[in-house]
């Protein structure tokens, strides 16, 4: 059963372009969790997702930042006109079903944006 | 607005000593309490997970203990090892399904 899968593990973008990050969530997980981990700082949550739905998205910064879990495929976290402060280090997570308790959330490897 | 706070930022110790790593938040209405390790440039292993009613988790020579009431929990690490040198982060949830981080304990075991 392979883990939570995020790609590209490394992604360089000039200012001004798109960064469009995948997070495919471990097998039988219907919730995943966007984070971002900026230089010298702690994870901060951007969103919770499940398929077709934004659960919570009260992490994401108002502008250019969008999130998306489709019934089928990957969930993608899309960065518009990407600036300087959004290189970082971005991780997803996945969790399975919840019925009332919560359920332990498992980390990918995250994606190192760097922006030029 | 839940804080978590983890002290001491950085921790050096010779092979082979016990050692505790210390994780205060603000808000004690929490569901969950999770330990992780991040070594550089990769991403998180999740350590233990406690729930709010238990006290304490077991795995090998980590042990986690919950304080609800005082909002502390303690990470032991009995005979470290080289391999533990790593960041270690602990995170809490309350009912959003989010967790919330600390800025973790940069912990380097000399050999």
């Known amino acids: 059963n392979a883990g939570v899968m995020q790609n590209p593990r490394h992604l360089v973008r000039r200012r001004g372009q798109e960064a469009r990050l995948r997070c495919s969530p471990m097998?039988?997980?219907?919730?995943v969790y966007w984070y971002r981990q900026l230089p010298e700082e702690g994870l901060k949550f951007m969103v919770y997702?499940?398929?077709?739905?934004?659960?919570?998205e009260s992490g994401m910064p108002k502008e250019r930042f969008s999130a998306e879990f489709p019934k089928e495929g990957p969930s993608i976290l899309r960065i518009q006109q990407v600036v300087r402060g959004d290189s970082a280090a971005y991780f997803c997570?996945?969790?399975?079903?919840?019925?009332?308790?919560?359920?332990?959330?498992?980390f990918g490897p995250g994606t190192r944006l760097t922006v030029l | 607005k839940q804080e978590v706070t983890q002290i001491p930022a950085a921790l050096s110790v010779p092979e082979g000593e016990n050692l505790v790593l210390n994780c205060s938040f603000t808000?004690?209405?929490?569901?969950?309490l999770q330990w992780f390790r991040q070594d550089p440039g990769k991403g998180l292993t999740s350590l233990l997970l406690i729930q709010s009613s238990q006290r304490e988790q077991t795995s090998g020579r980590l042990n986690a203990s919950l304080d609800k009431s005082s909002g502390r929990s303690t990470l032991y690490i009995a005979a470290s090892q080289p391999g533990d040198s790593a960041t270690y982060l602990c995170a809490v949830i309350d009912g959003n399904e989010k967790l919330t981080f600390g800025t973790g304990t940069r912990l380097t075991i000399i050999p």
């Open positions: 997702l499940q398929k077709e739905n934004i659960i919570d």
């Open positions: 997570a996945s969790s399975s079903l919840t019925s009332g308790s919560y359920n332990e959330q498992f």
């Open positions: 808000d004690s209405a929490i569901y969950n």
């Open positions: 097998k039988g997980h219907s919730h």
